[in-house]
């Protein structure tokens, strides 16, 4: 069973709409929580980081995490065709810092 | 120039041929690490290094091997490429100093992109 488990997509958002993404994980002392936008034969670049329960904020995106529960989200507002990307739900391992387990990605795909 | 380089960024290769890849990178940082990528799989650990003395295996590590040369250096090699070695292959670092705004995120080279024929 994969430690970090997202849904592979694609998801279809129109522009202008909320993008919801969701990552499960299954090691309970993971700490450090990450999101990273990967484009196609590109490396992936970190946009969102959260330590704490509950929502992050930082421009369009939000972040919230439950501990409890073992889930990680991401909202994009206001979707731009520029957000198609892969998005990449990491989960630092045994709470070693640093060293991160990714998960499969979710494909999203920003209409016009 | 990028912050961690890696070379070569593409290879194609036959089964049987060793390969290396490098990495450096000037950020400074203590860990570097090596991923793969495959499609539907996302990124799998190959090795990863807390300092130069200090190299372990990640969740995928048989066929590879790994030298750290110096805090800026860290290699992959294939002693002998098989064709499902065929991937993405990425090289990261991160900082370690808990606290003080540092978030243990990590910094990804540009790819090298491995074909085993």
């Known amino acids: 069973q994969k430690e970090v488990e997202q849904n592979s997509g694609p998801l279809s958002v129109p522009e202008g709409a909320i993008a919801s993404l969701n990552c499960t994980y299954s090691?309970?002392?993971?700490?450090?929580f990450f999101w990273y936008r990967q484009y196609s034969g590109k490396s992936p670049e970190l946009i969102m980081f959260i330590y704490s329960n509950g929502d992050k904020e930082d421009g369009r995106f939000t972040a919230q995490l439950n501990k409890a529960s073992q889930y990680v989200s991401l909202l994009i507002r206001d979707s731009q065709p520029s957000d198609s990307a892969t998005y990449l739900c990491?989960?630092?391992?045994?709470?070693?810092?640093?060293?991160?387990?990714f998960g499969a990605g979710t494909q999203v795909v920003v209409t016009p | 120039d990028a912050d961690v380089t890696q070379t070569p960024r593409n290879r194609i290769t036959k089964t049987g041929k060793r390969i290396m890849l490098e990495c450096s990178q000037t950020k400074g940082h203590d860990r570097m690490y090596w991923y793969r990528q495959d499609p539907g799989l996302g990124l799998r650990l190959i090795y990863y290094?807390?300092?130069?003395?200090?190299?372990n295996k990640g969740e995928i590590s048989d066929g590879y091997s790994v030298s750290r040369q110096a805090q800026a250096k860290f290699s992959l090699s294939l002693e002998s490429a098989i064709p499902n070695q065929t991937a993405l292959y990425f090289c990261?670092?991160?900082?370690?100093?808990?606290?003080?705004?540092?978030?243990?995120?990590?910094?990804f080279g540009e790819g090298s992109r491995l074909t085993v024929l």
């Open positions: 990261a670092t991160s900082d370690f100093l808990p606290g003080a705004g540092i978030t243990g995120e990590l910094f």
């Open positions: 290094s807390f300092d130069v003395k200090d190299i």
């Open positions: 990491a989960v630092n391992i045994g709470g070693s810092w640093g060293k991160l387990q």
């Open positions: 090691d309970r002392g993971s700490q450090s």
